[in-house]
């Protein structure tokens, strides 16, 4: 009897199947980014929760999901995705990575917690079929 090895879901079907992610996905839907990261990638996504985006005023969110702003909003999202697969180990050995957007982010380590500029790792390295996903507790801005 054999048994078939189910692949990974890709990083919008992992956040999707987690819950936690709505508004991370709701603005990179509105950004036109959601599809991107559909593609073969890899990508390592740092991922703000709903928890984190609770943190920015509800004006400030509205704003940016206006279509108006929406290279703004491309951005900032884009800020939070690097390219390549890095998992936790392999971010610990830099103290900066580049983002998609174009501008660093930087990486430190305090109280054995790895911190991505002013944001918090929750959970590293949830792997998916196109890269990994670190989850943060804070929504990064570009600077």
Not at 51 to 68: G, I
């Amino acid at each position: 009897m054999s048994t078939v090895k189910r692949a990974l879901k890709d990083v919008v079907e992992t956040m999707a199947e987690a819950g936690t992610f709505q508004t991370f996905q709701s603005a990179l839907r509105a950004a036109g980014l959601l599809e991107s990261l559909k593609a073969a990638g890899p990508f390592t996504v740092l991922a703000p929760t709903d928890k984190a985006f609770s943190k920015v005023s509800e004006a400030v969110l509205k704003d940016w999901l206006r279509p108006e702003v929406r290279a703004k909003l491309k951005s900032i999202l884009a800020y939070h995705v690097v390219p390549g697969r890095l998992l936790a180990g392999e971010m610990m050995k830099s103290s900066s990575l580049k983002s998609l957007q174009g501008t660093s982010l930087t990486i430190h380590f305090s109280e054995s917690r790895m911190h991505v500029n002013n944001a918090n790792v929750e959970r590293i390295d949830i792997s998916c079929d196109n890269g990994v996903i670190h989850v943060i507790d804070t929504v990064l801005l570009p600077r």
